[in-house]
T-cell receptor, first 114, second 116 residues
């Protein structure tokens, strides 16, 4: 079983909807990540949080809004998404931002935009 | 430029065959880490191994083994006596000391199918 839990597993939404993706880890990790993965492609980094502060934003459109309420939780708020935003969204965590830290991933949320 | 190259897009093997997945990386950093991840159809990326740039010892874990060669900038992954459960997409990734944020450079992945 994965130690990073993502909900929901699947999400279908219209372009005018507002929804949120949730990620939770209880490994005491202080860094958390959001990735977007299209079919047959590697994950693409979106956001990095360290000690609950946004550390990296990879020029992600503002229709994606991350939030880190505490060290165990990471949310991704979605609003006015486009069909090209349909993808697998993966959350990951690591002990810290040191470059030697493996990232531990959740199962992802499969998002479909109608 | 692609920092991590996995030239094999798809590989099919018959169960019990050995298979090697290739990973070639490019970096100017002297200190870096290499990782392998497995992504089954369920979606989760499962961490398999981490190797630092100063440790060229090969590693074996059960049916899995890894060959790290700095001279050829390669970090290849071999599965011995493959099983159907090994069917997945495998990603090689690089993390450099000069980067902030523990950013991973992923290869494009190799999709392995093990045929029973």
């Amino acid at each position: 079983d994965t130690e990073v839990t993502q909900t929901p597993k699947h999400l279908v939404m219209g372009m005018t909807n507002k929804k949120s993706l949730k990620c939770e880890q209880h490994m005491g990790h202080r860094a958390m990540y959001w990735y977007k993965q299209k079919a047959k492609k590697p994950p693409e980094l979106m956001f990095v949080y360290s000690y609950e502060k946004l550390s990296i934003n990879e020029s992600v459109p503002s229709r994606f809004s991350p939030e880190c309420p505490n060290s165990s939780l990471l949310n991704l708020h979605l609003h006015a998404l486009q069909p090209e935003d349909s993808a697998l969204y993966l959350c990951a965590s690591s002990q810290g931002l040191q470059f030697n830290q493996p990232q531990h991933f959740g199962d992802g949320t499969r998002l479909s935009i109608l | 430029a692609q920092k991590v190259t996995q030239a094999q897009t798809e590989i099919s093997v018959v169960e019990k065959e050995d298979v090697t997945l290739d990973c070639v990386y490019e970096t100017r950093d002297t200190t870096y880490y290499l990782f392998w991840y497995k992504q089954p159809p369920s979606g989760e990326l499962v961490f398999l191994i981490r190797r630092n740039s100063f440790d060229e010892q090969n590693e074996i874990s059960g049916r899995y083994s890894w060959n790290f060669q700095k001279s050829t900038s390669s970090f290849n992954f071999t599965i011995t006596a493959s099983q159907v459960v090994d069917s997945a997409v495998y990603f090689c990734a690089l993390s450099e000391s000069l980067d902030t944020g523990n950013q991973f450079y992923f290869g494009t992945g190799t999709s392995l199918t093990v045929i029973p």
